[in-house]
């Protein structure tokens, strides 16, 4: 697994739980430019779209794209049925496809996501896709 960048984006508001964060963060080597987190702004509590998912990038060049529907959170985890959907990527070679439908759904979206944090996250760092 190559590890390049992580981002966390948070409800969390308060000073303490935001420092656990990024202690959290910086035992398992994760510091800036590596590491960003953001709490965006709520207008309300409960209901606020938020994605969750992770897309692993591997040394072999394979990608895994992981889309769930469990907050981090406990109870979450641990009390509620939660569903999840993941798919393994190859890497592409001169005989694969130059594009496909979900590749650029996905990166059309997070490049929406990105410019957005950029323009209202004063500490993301970030390459452009």
């Known amino acids: 697994l190559l590890l390049l960048q992580v981002l966390v984006v948070h409800?969390?508001?308060d000073h303490d739980r935001v420092t656990s964060i990024l202690s959290e963060a910086a035992?398992?080597?994760l510091t800036p430019p590596r590491f960003a987190q953001h709490a965006p702004p709520l207008p309300i509590t409960f209901g606020t779209h938020?994605?969750?998912g992770f897309i692993l990038g591997y040394e072999d060049g394979s990608v895994r794209v992981i889309i769930h529907t469990a907050n981090y959170i406990y109870a979450d985890c641990?009390?509620?049925t939660q569903g999840l959907w993941y798919?393994?990527?190859?890497?592409k070679d001169l005989e694969s496809p130059r594009s496909s439908r979900f590749?650029?759904?996905l990166l059309d979206y997070m490049g929406w996501v990105l410019?957005?944090?950029?323009?209202?996250?004063?500490c993301l760092y970030y390459q452009s896709w």
Not at 87 to 91: I, L
Not at 115 to 122: D, E, G, R, V
């Open 78 to 80: 641990n009390n509620k």
């Open 115 to 122: 410019t957005w944090l950029a323009a209202n996250c004063a």
């Open 87 to 91: 798919q393994d990527f190859p890497p």
């Open 11 to 13: 409800g969390h508001s």
């Open 50 to 52: 938020h994605s969750k």
């Open 103 to 105: 590749e650029e759904s």
């Open 27 to 29: 035992a398992a080597g």
